[in-house]
């Protein structure tokens, strides 16, 4: 492992999900309106999906470590905390003032990836002969 902190946080992460799907699969299905449920199944995916990038970056080899990944990982998992975060809280507390933060998480996922696509193009550059 390369980067035991974003490793750490992405295996924390990837637990964190199979257990809020299994919870709104479960134990929320029937006291949830449909759709509450499909709120909940949309934090439950973007989670999931932001957290294999997050693997990913952890497993970079040490060379490409650069501050561009740390960046994105940075922006993923801040992003899974404000964007799947406000959603579970919205569906479980009735708030909907959650969902004005649901954009935040959003566009840090946006700028991690964005992130991510400036390190992949300085690689391809610097690979080439």
């Avoid at 501050?67 to 993923?76: E, Y």
Wanted: net charge positive; charged share 5%.
């Amino acid at each position: 492992i390369v980067n035991p902190g974003i490793f750490l946080s992405a295996a924390a992460s990837g637990f964190l999900t199979v257990l809020f799907g299994a919870f709104g699969a479960h134990a929320l299905k029937n006291s949830l309106t449909p759709a509450d449920l499909s709120i909940w199944q949309t934090a439950v995916h973007y989670q999931m999906f932001h957290t294999v990038a997050l693997l990913v970056l952890g497993l970079m080899p040490a060379t490409q470590q650069t501050r561009t990944p740390r960046l994105a990982g940075w922006c993923l998992g801040t992003g899974i905390v404000l964007f799947s975060g406000s959603l579970y809280l919205l569906v479980l507390t009735g708030r909907v003032w959650l969902g004005a933060i649901t954009p935040l998480g959003g566009l840090l996922f946006l700028v991690g990836w964005g992130a991510l696509a400036c390190h992949a193009v300085r690689c391809w550059r610097e690979a080439r002969p």
